[in-house]
């Protein structure tokens, strides 16, 4: 019965198992992505979503209406079609993240070209369910670049193997054109051309031949013809090489310290080694051990895997030693991950041969390399959205080893060190296997664990838009919709509105653009309440959208639960309220706070307050609103909830203002253990709204 079923499965093509592998991956992670409700690695999910609209509706590549370049051509060029084919944005946001799930199970086919070269058929089917099992395929749901760029750069891995395995100029044509493809995708990939570079002398050095490197002058020249060209076209327009970089020019200006990068990129290695459980690293030196006795073809693997993670790894840590250093970003290196997978099968091909001492090495080397990393420095909120390698592990927060990062690592990897050093060679495939069904259970936490990417989704939609639906202002507006923000709520109020809303146009901000902001256009207002921009303008749209500090001349059309407020304006733009005494971009309050309304007949003041459960456990704090010098309403705010507080107000020469007094305060850093914050903090203003005499 088992050779029957082995016969038949035989008898099966490779590309209909190939295609079986990509549909069933492009099924599970579309199914996966249907429930991401939203966005939450901002910006750089809202910059690609505005390019491809933008793409899509008028053939430019346009930031909130501000034609741009040097972010990714191809990636937004993706999307495009979703929004050809519906206007409403949560519809084409469903179509983009089906589309993601797509494209990027199609590195399913490189991973199988890169292995059938080693392996054999049956391993090489393998290292196709290794590329779409890794738990890296949970950006699927996310409008980030690396759906695209990960099947991308194992095309240029492939390519590359392949110029490696005979460097004829047809082959080399083929290369660049995959370099150009990564790069128009991410500017990463120029990095790639240094691997190029390197590979040749890797695989020399893999061979224990110098003479191996003769076949590639012509490589050298090629490049070194395209650099003179690149070099003298940015002189000739006036512009330096880091230009090349686009949107990330400032990554190539300024200095980098060099022990900080070089400790950065230690640290990328072994979060890298981690990523793919060690076991690649130790077999990689077993092979390398072999060296000039390795068949051609896994040689040239090697040499390629080489040059692109000793490259890919040392880019990426200096830029996060100088840009990012609260992360190891996996993000952007777990292409690497079916290189070293396929390593891992070549061996196999070849045996599995196991000499005592470069297995001690390599173990050694693994074993130390992912217990050296420094876990508790890495383990937070950026590793939500950067690397993915560290959530299963915070996860398990509650159930490590001996309460240690480190020993649960340890312990683990030893256990898969002992697989390679003792399995019988007749078992060894279940090395792989193992690691299958290793990335599949780690999968689970990185998807739909309390840090993985669909809590990330909820949590920054709760903060965004919450108790209405996504495109609430596309329904109720009938215009284009200017966006103030005073730093008071949320950044994700403004991205996520404008990510579900089409209607959102121009963004105003009163103090600071939100981060990452781009094309945002600050604002004052004069003595009237007149909001106007630099050059004196008044904003004159006719519907606006603003948080419970700001309250213009125009009707409210509808509110959400987070005090966002849809108003259509009569009249241009004007601030007629103004609240003072909360920490600037907060709405913490200290001992006091005030408002104060302009062209005000009187009514009542609602505010919604809230207070903190861990910095004001079992205390009750009291808020004492006064009108004119005299005390006119008073509430006790709870640790937990929310509540709201009404004020009955009076106007006096047509202004009306009302004082808060805020006891007790209290200091973070006096109360909490962990805090730094030196700040004494009240109570939490979240909403002022006013509403006018019957």
């Known amino acids: 019965m088992v050779e029957t079923l082995r016969g038949r499965a035989a008898r099966v093509p490779d590309w209909a198992w190939l295609a079986a592998i990509v549909t069933a991956s492009a099924l599970v992670r579309g199914w996966l992505a249907r429930g991401m409700p939203a966005p939450f690695i901002f910006v750089d999910e809202l910059i690609y979503w505005e390019l491809a609209r933008s793409l899509a509706e008028n053939g430019t590549y346009s930031i909130r209406d501000v034609q741009t370049s040097g972010y990714s051509l191809l990636y937004p060029a993706l999307l495009a079609p979703a929004h050809w084919v519906t206007d409403a944005l949560p519809s084409a946001y469903g179509l983009a993240k089906a589309l993601n799930a797509l494209v990027m199970s199609l590195a399913a086919v490189p991973a199988w070209l890169l292995a059938r070269r080693v392996a054999g058929r049956a391993l090489a ?103 003179v060209l690149v070099v003298g076209a ?19 200006e300024g200095g980098y310290d060099l022990g900080s990068a070089l400790r950065f990129w230690l640290w990328h290695v072994e979060e890298l080694t981690l990523y793919v459980a060690v076991v690649p690293v130790v077999v990689l030196v077993v092979l390398l051990a072999r060296g000039p006795r390795l068949p051609e073809r896994l040689r040239e693997h090697l040499a390629a895997t080489i040059a692109l993670v000793l490259t890919s790894t040392a880019v990426v840590g200096a830029f996060a030693s100088r840009f990012a250093s609260d992360r190891v970003q996996d993000r952007y290196l777990f292409f690497c991950a079916p290189l070293l997978l396929v390593v891992v099968l070549g061996w196999i091909a070849i045996g599995a041969p196991r000499p005592v001492v470069p ?82 259970v780690l999968s689970r936490p990185v998807w739909s664990g309390p840090h993985g990417v669909l809590r990330s989704g909820e949590g920054a939609l709760f903060q965004g838009i919450r108790g209405v639906e996504r495109d609430w202002l596309d329904t109720r507006a009938s215009g284009e919709i200017a966006v103030l923000w005073t730093g008071r709520a949320d950044r994700f109020t403004v991205n996520m509105n404008e990510f579900f809303n089409a209607r ?37 749209d006719s519907y606006a959208l603003l948080d ?105 020469n047509g202004m009306c203002t009302v004082r808060f007094s805020i006891e007790p305060t209290l200091v973070p850093e006096d109360v909490l253990p962990d805090s730094t914050d030196t700040r004494a903090l009240g109570v939490h203003f979240d909403e002022f709204v006013h509403d006018e005499p019957a």
């Open 125 to 227: 089917l393998l290292a196709a369910a290794l590329a779409v099992a890794l738990p890296s395929l949970a950006y699927t749901a996310t409008l980030v670049s690396e759906n695209l760029f990960y099947p991308l750069a194992l095309v240029f891995a492939w390519t590359l193997v392949r110029v490696l395995e005979r460097p004829s100029w047809g082959r080399l044509g083929i290369l660049a054109l995959a370099l150009a493809a990564a790069y128009a995708t991410r500017s990463q990939a120029l990095g790639f051309v240094v691997a190029l570079l390197l590979a040749p002398l890797c695989l020399a050095s893999i061979g224990r031949e110098r003479r191996l490197l003769r076949p590639f002058a012509p490589l050298y020249g090629v490049v070194a013809g395209l650099a």
């Open 548 to 652: 419970g500090s700001v309250t213009p001349d125009g009707v409210a059309l509808a509110r959400d639960d987070l005090g966002i407020t849809l108003w259509r304006l009569d009249g241009p733009l004007a601030s007629l309220t103004r609240v003072r005494g909360l920490y600037l971009g907060d709405t913490w309050s200290g001992s006091w706070a005030s408002w104060r309304r302009l062209r005000c007949t009187g009514g009542d003041l609602r505010v919604r307050m809230h207070s903190d459960p861990t910095l004001f456990a079992g205390r009750l704090t009291r808020v004492l609103a006064s009108v004119g010098g005299r005390p006119v309403a008073r509430i006790a705010v709870p640790p937990e909830g929310s509540v709201t507080l009404p004020v009955p107000l009076t106007p006096e």
């Open 504 to 540: 959102v146009g121009q963004v105003y901000y009163a103090s600071a653009p939100t981060p990452g902001g781009f094309g945002e256009l600050p604002i004052t207002v004069d003595a009237k309440g007149l909001v106007r921009t630099a050059d004196g303008k008044t904003v004159d």
């Open 359 to 440: 297995l001690a090495v390599g173990s050694v080397l693994g074993l130390a390399l992912v217990t050296a990393f420094p876990y508790t420095r890495f383990i937070g909120e950026p590793a939500k959205s950067d690397t993915f390698g560290l959530i299963p592990l915070w996860t398990a927060n509650q159930h490590l080893l001996g309460g240690s990062y480190r020993a649960t690592v340890l312990v683990v990897a030893l256990a898969l060190v002992a697989l390679v050093a003792f399995l019988p060679a007749t078992r060894i495939v279940a090395v792989p296997l193992v690691l299958l069904g290793l990335f599949v």
């Open 234 to 252: 940015q002189l000739a327009r006036g512009q330096s090489l880091a230009a090349l970089l686009g949107a990330y020019s400032v990554v190539g």
